[in-house]
């Protein structure tokens, strides 16, 4: 079936320390997203990538989907508390359905 | 304000009974979708739709139904054949533009089995 794994399930970091969380598809997908979900709150879409070995940034925020469209990773430089929450990529298989990853819970040690 | 609107936020209910979780969205968006999510866990789909009176089964979409008579309106129904309804559940709605599709979610409903 069409499946989208992510790791890692968790992640501790100390507060300034660098994350990164990684999506593998076994097979190409039509484009990627990435969503932060706060504790207790919903996710809330942070951006989508399309072509393959595309690289955007946002501020603090790296995303990158491989060159087949088969993987992608989301890197936060210089982690803040402001970062903590679980970070979900989703797949597009072509077809209008998303397939979300099971998650990387990101927690902060001050 | 624009956005997806769920209600209730909270919701108990009894063992063998139905229960209907609204969606509604004012953002004229064609396709919403319904998920799951279990503690720690990811979204899992229900059931989407792309278009007004069309909608197609997700991967857990046994034990619950949906309709799509209106554009803003995605009610989901919980029926007493969903063996295990205590979750999270997550109504969205897709902007579709030529730079990509945007999802947005609502807040959620917390639904509890007692």
């Not at chain 1, 100390?14 to 990627?32: M, P, V, W």
């Not at chain 1, 393959?52 to 946002?58: M, N, R, T």
């Not at chain 2, 009974?17 to 789909?45: F, I, K």
């Amino acid at each position: 079936g069409q499946q989208v794994m992510q790791i890692p399930q968790y992640q501790h970091v100390q507060e300034g320390e660098d994350f990164t969380t990684y999506c593998n598809s076994s097979t190409t997908l039509s484009n990627i997203q990435w969503y932060k979900q706060r504790p207790g709150g919903h996710p809330v879409f942070l951006i989508q990538l399309v072509k393959s070995g595309e690289v955007k940034k946002q501020k603090r925020l790296t995303f990158q989907f491989g060159e087949a469209k088969k993987n992608s990773s989301l890197h936060i430089t210089a982690t803040q508390t402001t970062d903590v929450g679980t970070y979900f990529c989703a797949g597009n298989f072509g077809n209008e359905k998303l397939t979300f990853g099971t998650g990387t819970r990101l927690t902060i040690i001050p | 304000d624009g956005g997806i609107t769920q209600s209730p936020k909270y919701l108990f209910r009894k063992e063998g009974q139905n229960v209907t979780l609204s969606c509604e969205q004012n953002l004229n968006h064609d396709a919403m979708y319904w998920y799951r999510q279990d503690p720690g866990q990811g979204l899992r789909l229900i059931y989407y739709s792309q278009i007004v009176n069309d909608f197609q089964k997700g991967d857990i979409a046994e034990g619950y139904s949906v309709s799509r008579e209106k554009k803003e309106s995605f009610p989901l129904t919980v029926t007493s054949a969903q063996k295990n309804p205590t979750a999270f559940y997550l109504c969205a709605s897709i902007a579709r533009s030529r730079g990509g599709n945007t999802i947005y979610f609502g807040e959620g409903s917390w639904l509890t089995v007692v």
